[in-house]
């Protein structure tokens, strides 16, 4: 599409008007003005047919998949080809969605003289975890003399994927690693003695008696000891709930400011300056005219923070050498992965996990106890990430968690309601309505007290975490079984 320039529009204003005028006002004077008129008529013609080569030889090539992690700054690298190698300006826009910011509408590419192949970092912020698909490419070349603009559209297939952001809960892991770890100055004593059999040696005066392997000291004629260690292949399932009541948000929300600054963009091309090919030229051009302050306030629900904590268990258990699986129901098994180790499968249970949204339905506990029951055969630690403040849910959990809890060890976990909390424990207190409300939060943590009550009888440990530190207490949870050898 051809459009016109602001170029054009001012030789218009200083041209056209006044000669306009002075032709209908001197008679001696129409004839030159109809020849300047005219002459700038064929040149802006002229200049709108050469419009249409502005753009010929010019290909934008954008990754099929790229990567960023919720509510942090990256960039996506644009391929820029010019087969003519001249050079030329492109003005580049990108249609992205509402999810994802930038600070910039569009980009001013300036292709350097002599190379066929440039880059364009162009900065964004996801607000949203999921996928996303760009389709559109948008350019824009000027004439050669700059009176009008030749648009055009380039079909790209861009994928991007937005996973949760890890670093925050990986910062408060540090020290909990440091104390608890199997090597260094705060190793921590194992409660046992194993259950792993190693090798067999020979006796040595103090081994207990119940060591014995009788069979191989009846070969040897000799007596020979059995040896254990602690074992490092234990599976480790985290079973996310993502039915309705999974939807609801915490509280502690905080915005998010994002200003199109040009030093936070020279950081970002910085850093990916140091990823790319240093033979191809690295063009960045932005429009700090046309920055926009955004200030988005991002609601955390419970299913976000669920997906959080299992991929940080998960990282917690690889690094334990043992074996981590993922399981996502609602009222049916949307997702499971068998527990295995290694980057791919961690990547596999990533990519699982960055799509999932809570369905507006009850979730289905009979489906999931039976489905573990089946699918499981050997005993695993299972990390169920669920809210049971309702009554019925939560009896139906009781119910059916009988199937399951005598096989594995069942750790039940809920992000504690806001309101829950003993009654009196709350001093700021203003009104008769403020009173009420707390009588209610008193019976909801009373009732939540009594289900902890009734799944301790059956073996199975229910905690109410805190949205701050709840990745925290659960990987204090899993290394407190690994102590403790529970499995």
């Known amino acids: 599409m051809l459009v016109p320039r602001s170029r054009l529009l001012i030789w218009v204003a200083l041209i056209v008007l006044p000669f306009s005028v002075v032709g209908a006002t001197i008679a001696s004077a129409t004839l030159l003005s109809s020849s300047v008129i005219l002459a700038l008529t064929l040149i802006a013609l002229l200049d709108a047919v050469l419009a249409y080569g502005s753009l010929k030889g010019i290909r934008v090539e954008l990754p099929e998949v790229v990567r960023f992690s919720k509510n942090r700054e990256g960039s996506i690298e644009l391929r820029i080809t010019s087969e003519h190698q001249k050079q030329k300006r492109v003005r580049l826009g990108l249609a992205f969605p509402s999810e994802i910011v930038s600070p910039h509408a569009d980009l001013m590419a300036v292709l350097p003289h002599g190379t066929e192949c440039s880059r364009l970092l162009w900065p964004c912020t996801p607000l949203q975890r999921g996928v996303y698909r760009l389709h559109h490419c948008y350019l824009e070349g000027a004439s050669p003399l700059g009176f009008w603009a030749l648009r055009g559209i380039t079909p790209i297939q861009t994928e991007i994927r937005v996973y949760p952001d890890l670093s925050r809960e990986r910062n408060n892991l540090a020290a909990l690693f440091l104390n608890r770890g199997s090597f260094g100055i705060h190793a921590q004593r194992q409660v046992g003695k194993g259950r792993e059999f190693e090798k067999l040696r020979e006796y040595v005066p103090g081994d207990s008696y119940e060591d014995i392997h009788w069979k191989a000291t009846a070969k040897r004629s000799r007596p020979i000891i059995k040896v254990f260690q602690i074992e490092r292949t234990q599976e480790v399932?985290?079973?996310?709930?993502?039915?309705?009541?999974?939807?609801?948000?915490?509280?502690?929300?905080?915005?998010l400011t994002m200003t199109g600054h040009p030093e936070s963009f020279d950081a970002a091309q910085d850093k990916l300056r140091q990823r790319v090919d240093s033979s191809t030229p690295l063009i960045m051009t932005g429009h700090p005219e046309r920055s926009r302050r955004v200030q988005p306030i991002i609601q955390t629900s419970y299913l976000e923070r669920f997906i959080t904590a299992a991929l940080v268990i998960g990282l917690a258990v690889q690094k334990q050498s043992d074996l981590f699986g993922l399981a996502i129901f609602s009222d049916q098994i949307q997702g499971f992965i068998r527990a295995k180790s290694g980057k791919a499968h961690y990547s596999a249970c990533r990519d699982l996990l960055y799509t999932a949204q809570p369905k507006n339905v009850n979730p289905d506990f009979d489906e999931l106890c039976t489905f573990l029951r089946l699918r499981l055969r050997r005993r695993a630690l299972?990390?169920?990430?669920?809210?049971?403040?309702?009554?019925?849910?939560?009896?139906?959990?009781?119910?059916?968690?009988?199937?399951?809890?005598?096989?594995?060890?069942?750790?039940?976990?809920?992000?504690?309601?806001?309101?829950?909390?003993?009654?009196?424990?709350?001093?700021?207190?203003?009104?008769?309505?403020?009173?009420?409300?707390?009588?209610?939060?008193?019976?909801?943590?009373?009732?939540?007290?009594?289900?902890?009550?009734?799944?301790?009888?059956?073996?199975?440990?229910?905690?109410?975490?805190?949205?701050?530190?709840?990745?925290?207490?659960?990987?204090?949870?899993?290394?407190?079984?690994?102590?403790?050898?529970?499995?």
């Open 237 to 255: 399932y985290v079973v996310i709930d993502a039915s309705r009541l999974s939807a609801r948000t915490t509280d502690g929300s905080t915005p």
């Open 382 to 487: 299972l990390v169920v990430l669920t809210s049971l403040d309702d009554p019925i849910l939560a009896e139906s959990f009781v119910k059916n968690v009988d199937l399951i809890h005598r096989q594995h060890l069942v750790l039940v976990n809920m992000l504690r309601p806001a309101a829950a909390r003993p009654l009196f424990s709350n001093p700021e207190i203003a009104s008769v309505a403020d009173l009420y409300q707390e009588l209610g939060g008193h019976l909801l943590w009373r009732d939540l007290r009594e289900l902890e009550r009734g799944l301790h009888h059956r073996g199975v440990h229910f905690a109410l975490l805190e949205n701050e530190k709840m990745c925290v207490d659960l990987v204090s949870q899993y290394i407190t079984v690994k102590r403790r050898q529970l499995l």
